[in-house]
């Protein structure tokens, strides 16, 4: 029953960005994704991304770990392939960034959301991301949320409105548009 004096009691208000809308909705209806359709989301994404870093790296680590086996100093070509292996799984990571930024500030998803049916949206108006608040959603998910155990993204566990801590210092949400 809604009291008199304020919305009921199982509506999410957040005064400073003037939301006040029922638990799991924004204030024009949309429902906002779960916490597991988001993680699927980040499971694409890092497929598509991951893997090709992780091969890189993986190939350094074998050369670098078979001259250790055999107890010698690892050739300069060796040492040559180790660095440009490194520096490519470095230039795929900010390429997967300028990617992902340009694609959340112009279709509000990256690929493993719209594979999920999910889209970010501003949080203050429910409009579309400016491109400035999408690149700085995409550093800071890449290389703050990411860091400790996944410290950010495991904040969407206990926010009202599922979001991340990229999401909450960038004002955004996340939607599901199935």
Request: hydrophobic letters at 55%; a positive charge; aromatic letters at 10%.
């Amino acid at each position: 029953m809604a009291d008199q004096w304020g919305p009921r009691a199982d509506w999410v208000v957040a005064p400073g960005e003037g939301w006040v809308a029922p638990r799991g909705r924004t204030p024009d209806g949309r429902v906002l994704a779960t916490q597991g359709r988001r993680v699927l989301a980040l499971l694409i994404d890092h497929a598509i991304w991951g893997v090709p870093q992780m091969a890189a790296l993986g190939v350094a680590l074998a050369i670098v770990f078979s001259s250790a086996a055999r107890d010698e100093e690892p050739s300069g070509t060796a040492v040559a392939i180790i660095l440009l292996l490194y520096l490519a799984a470095f230039a795929l990571g900010i390429v997967r960034l300028a990617v992902e930024a340009e694609l959340i500030a112009r279709r509000g998803r990256t690929w493993g959301l719209k594979a999920m049916q999910l889209r970010i949206i501003d949080a203050r108006t429910g409009g579309a991301v400016t491109r400035g608040r999408a690149w700085g959603r995409a550093a800071f998910a890449t290389w703050i949320s990411s860091q400790l155990f996944g410290f950010g993204f495991w904040w969407a566990f206990f926010d009202n409105r599922n979001r991340c801590l990229h999401d909450l210092v960038c004002a955004t949400v996340v939607i599901d548009e199935r």
